[in-house]
């Protein structure tokens, strides 16, 4: 049945899908023909589909029974179907979308992929849907939330709509408020300041961690990242949430701020938001609160992984990149370094990546390239000590 607008079928993953057809003739007003079509559908957002299947293919290994999920705004219902076509057996599938025209196509779609069957569609309100589901029986084992702009107005019921030891996966593409060019936006959704700078994109990860975790802890609730990352200009973190004051105790106790002087490019954790001045003279720029503990559960993030093993269709995609070099962050302190800002910072011309991290790896310090983008690195080195390996360049012709 045609639902009344042009469409084009586009394949992802193991889904053949019905989406609105753009005009390939009007590429540059890409963003806007999407914002404006009938049904949402972005081949971009693969990536952050690829990270759902790994993650609940990860969660039911470790179940090892059938589970419950729920995807409460669905758009073209692509993420829920490629959920029951290429992760472990789901049991219950609910699919929900304000919008009449998302559910009709999302159904079509699924009728296309053989799985009608096995979703339930609901026109509702994502909150709404959620607080249905709020209660003994009727909650979830894994809730993605992957709305517009932020998920904050959908912490209260996601968390109340999942199972004790449940997932629950978010996405946030409201990046200028949580990389700091609109910090009042970041403080009154997110509870916590930004910090502009080059490492933006990891604090706007321990921002929506910080502001899960307070959420999750008002309902009882620790909520612990299991595989956080930032791409193709949103960020997005899987939690499990689990019952007990002590586990909650245990995350709250890291939660704080980091403190980043934008002069000499030092930068520290610190539990206090007090103002200081850096040993350069440069007043310190404070972010947070946020969360300072790791970003992803090595456990967890190795299952993930592993699972590109048993899905190969996903092996060679930039999920797994991404979560091979989150892999390799993990350990070190909070915040990341920029090649190019430190090459500035002395005074050198643009020096190579490989020898950058050579020069800096001779000297006896760890580094690895980090996810958030190329030329970019995490060390045990402070900033003194990276100043002084790059001033090595100098005396280079
Ligand atoms: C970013 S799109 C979802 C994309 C989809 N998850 C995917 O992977 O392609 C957001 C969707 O949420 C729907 N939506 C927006 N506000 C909503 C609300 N309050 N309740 C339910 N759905 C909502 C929109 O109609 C839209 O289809
Ligand atoms: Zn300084």
Known sequence: ?????????????????????????????????????????NAVMKTNRD???????????????????????????????????????IEDMVLGDLSPSALALAGENAELNGVRDRIKLRELDANLLMSLHSYPFGRFDYIDVDPYGTPTPFYDTAIRATKNHGMIALTATDMPPLCGVNARACIRKYGGRPLQGEFCHEVALRLLGSSFIHQAAIHGYAATPLFSYYADHYVRAYFRIDKGARRIEGQLNQVGFIKYCPGCLHRFPSMENAPERCGCGEDVNIGGPLWLGELSDVEFLDGMIDEIGNAPHLAGTKAEVIMGLARGEMGFQVSFFDIDKICKLVGVKSVSTEDAFGAIRETGFSAVPTHYRSRTLKTDASIDELVDVFNRFKNIG
């Not at 045609?2 to 753009?22: C, D, F, I, N, Q």
């Not at 759902?52 to 829920?80: D, F, H, W």
């Open 1 to 41: 049945m045609s639902p009344g607008y042009p469409v084009e079928t586009v394949k992802e993953g193991k889904a053949s899908l019905l989406v609105p057809r753009l005009d390939p003739e009007a590429e540059e007003h890409i963003q806007q023909q999407r914002s404006q079509a009938p049904v949402f559908y």
């Open 51 to 89: 990270t759902a299947i790994l993650a609940l293919r990860t969660y039911q290994r470790k179940k090892s029974r059938n589970v419950q999920v729920c995807e409460p705004m669905t758009g073209s219902g692509v993420r829920g179907i490629r959920l029951l076509l290429e992760a472990g057996e």
